[in-house]
């Protein structure tokens, strides 16, 4: 390893050295060629006295447009200078001196990188699919219970100058160091947690907290990194016990359900028996009201017979006497008996026959007010 | 002719030999060793040009980055004698080229060396701490006492550890079927719970709204009694009043009414001429008195 550099980006200078010198090379070989043919043709062309020259100033040419480059919208154009950082430049075009002398990094840093824990995208889709990797997503939480989860990371270079160096010449290999970063971090933040917590509406804060853990640790490491967000995607409870905790939720819905059920239920008889109750107030209120009314009518109208009445008593007594009986003696069976024909013979009265089936009861001639 | 080529040719040739001979570019993100015959003679950590002697010295490139190191998972005992998988790396960094190279050569001895000393310091720190106090309250001051102890441990291999942290601290299989075990039935308990809870607050609407229902029945009933004795005192009380004024006429015209009323149709009578209604039947008496009330006519059934 040590002897050649293993530098962050492939020096591509080389190549173009050697894409020079090959060309120097090969016109060199054609006008040894050509100007053998240009004598033959005996024209006017210069005899030999051309030389190296122009070549010379091609190939001097060439190598110094070798300098040239163009650094991307999402790219800082570091700039080295014997292996060591001389400037850095925006996007656009720009020059160095040919190699040996300088040589320019292009790092995307605008760029925001992903990592994903727990899963991999195996086809990004649409459909997306995902493979799960169960080493990476279960986690023990602090109550000592373990939980799935999958989450990601995004992050990119700070915008500043030296986090660009920072990211370029501090980390030998950032990928697997925000990897094990970010598993430390949110596994230590889960560690801190009850599972409960992380299953339910806690998710914020554990991501705030990871990602607040898991900037400092990269910040620890002069990383020139930062982490734009820690986004928890499924939190489960483990494949094995996850029907246990879909019972839960199930049991969580009976309650509710239960609870409903029940208060449907009072819902409807409770109004029911406030109607039932008014009904019989309003029953025996009506009751109440009629009877008095009846009775005031009853009265009042006594009170204006009584008035008459005592103008005229005897009168008045007999007239209601034969009304009464007018009114009645109509509608029945009458027997006139005199009783002096009583006195001699025994009447015979066939009771049995007089009496219909429904006239079963105790009669007696009418007698006025006793 | 011939001659200028050849001399352009050598020019550039020499250029270039001389260049890789003479001098050797250290990069920033890296430090160089120089050997003279095999022996260090210099060590270079700033970056830049340098020159050296042809063929007598030759450079060794060391990273001056920070460097990974993943050990393999191993068991662990905690204080409270649970098994913990645990998963760690390290994150180190050669600040002495010499030593570094003098002590372990290459990144495979610097590795090795690593393991050895961050897992005995891994499995002490562990030992002495419950899995409790490993997985939450004391995680970063542990790593940081590991981090510290492994540090000046390494630093007579030229090499600073910069930071060893827990990736991963796992159960054992054997002991997560435990854990699911565990988390099951708490899970059982929970919905058993729910459950109950459900249950009992149903039945406690329930009951209360039949409660509530009963009550409410009652109230009424009782309400209407109330009210339909009210009705019939204040009707007697207004009957008392009225007919308490003339009580003989009160009877004639009560009972005449009953009559009328509980006289059904083909009722049979038998009547006596000297009833009061009939007395004008017998016409000897055509000067008979008028009837005078409270004189009842035989009646005869």
Do not use: C
Not at chain 1, 35 to 49: C, D, K, L, V, Y
Not at chain 2, 102 to 109: F, N, P, S, T, Y
Request: charged share 30%.
């Amino acid at each position: 390893m040590p002897g050649n550099f293993p530098g962050p980006e492939p020096r591509r200078e080389d190549d173009v050295l050697a894409e020079v010198r090959d060309l120097v090379e090969a016109m060199r070989e054609k006008m040894f060629g050509g100007a053998g043919g240009g004598g033959a043709n005996g024209g006017a062309a210069p005899r030999r006295s051309i030389g190296p020259w122009p070549f010379v100033l091609i190939a001097a040419v060439l190598y110094l447009g070798s300098g040239f480059f163009i650094v991307a919208p999402d790219q800082r154009g570091v700039i080295l200078r014997f292996g060591q950082v001389v400037r850095q430049v925006g996007p656009g075009p720009g020059y160095h001196l040919p190699w040996p002398f300088e040589e320019v990094l292009k790092p995307s840093v605008t760029a925001i990188r992903k990592e994903e824990f727990g899963f991999r995208t195996v086809v990004v889709g649409p459909p997306a699919r995902y493979r799960d990797v169960d080493q990476e997503a279960l986690m023990l939480t602090g109550d000592e219970n373990i939980v799935k989860l999958l989450f990601i990371v995004q992050y990119k270079v700070k915008a500043d100058p030296e986090s660009t160096e920072d990211f370029l010449f501090n980390l030998r290999d950032p990928v697997e160091t925000v990897r094990a970063a970010s598993e430390a971090a949110m596994r230590q933040v889960i560690g801190s947690n009850k599972i409960d917590d992380v299953l339910t509406d806690d998710r914020e804060r554990i991501q705030v907290e990871a990602q607040r853990l898991l900037q400092q640790i990269l910040d620890g490491y002069d990383s020139g990194l930062k982490i734009e967000t820690v986004k928890l995607q499924d939190v489960d409870p483990p494949d094995q016990v996850s029907d246990a905790f879909k019972d839960v939720i199930n049991a969580q819905q009976d309650r509710e359900r239960l609870i409903n059920e029940a208060r449907g239920y009072a819902n409807d008889v409770v109004p029911k028996a406030r109607g039932q109750a008014a009904q019989m107030l309003n029953e025996a209120d009506g009751y109440r009201l009629a009877k008095i009314q009846e009775a005031q009518g009853a009265a009042q109208r006594f009170v204006a017979l009584h008035d008459e009445y005592s103008k005229a008593k005897d009168v008045t007594r007999e007239r209601l006497y034969i009304e009464a009986m007018e009114e009645i003696l109509p509608r029945i069976d009458k027997i006139v008996i005199d009783d002096k024909a009583g006195e001699k013979t025994v009447p015979y009265l066939p009771l049995d026959q007089m009496l219909r089936p429904r006239a079963a009861q105790s009669v007696a001639e009418p007698q006025p007010g006793r | 002719m011939d001659r200028r080529w050849a001399i352009v040719g050598g020019t550039l040739f020499l250029l270039v030999a001389a260049w890789s001979l003479v001098f050797f570019v250290v990069p920033t993100w890296m430090q160089a060793v120089v050997l003279q015959l095999g022996e260090p003679v210099r060590t270079v950590r700033e970056p830049g040009i340098y020159m050296k002697i042809p063929f007598i010295q030759t450079v060794l490139y060391f990273d001056r980055r920070l460097l990974e190191y993943d050990a393999s998972p191993k068991e662990l005992l905690t204080r409270d004698k649970q098994q913990l998988v645990v998963d760690n790396y390290t994150r180190w960094k050669i600040i002495d080229p010499l030593q570094y190279y003098q002590a372990v050569r290459d990144e495979a001895g610097a590795q090795s060396r690593l393991d050895d000393i961050v897992y005995s310091n891994l499995r002490e720190n562990f030992g002495r701490q419950t899995l409790l106090e490993i997985l939450s309250t004391k995680r970063d001051a542990l790593m940081a006492d590991i981090t510290k102890k492994s540090d000046e441990a390494m630093r007579g291999y030229g090499i600073e550890v910069v930071d060893v942290r827990v990736k991963r601290a796992d159960l054992p299989e054997k002991n997560e079927q435990n854990v699911f075990g565990r988390m099951r039935t708490e899970r059982e308990r929970l919905a058993k719970k729910y459950r109950a809870e459900g249950d009992e607050e149903a039945r406690k609407i329930t009951s209360n709204s039949d409660k509530d229902v009963r009550v409410l029945l009652a109230e009424a009933q009782r309400d209407a009694q109330i009210a339909r004795g009210q009705g019939d005192a204040e009707a007697v009380r207004i009957y008392a009043e009225a007919y308490g004024r003339d009580p003989e006429l009160f009877s004639l015209t009560r009972t005449l009414e009953a009559y009328r009323r509980a006289l059904p149709d083909s009722t049979s009578f038998v009547l006596s001429p000297d009833g009061d209604f009939l007395r004008f039947l017998k016409s000897d008496q055509p000067a008979a008195k008028a009837p005078r009330a409270g004189q009842g006519g035989g009646a005869a059934p």
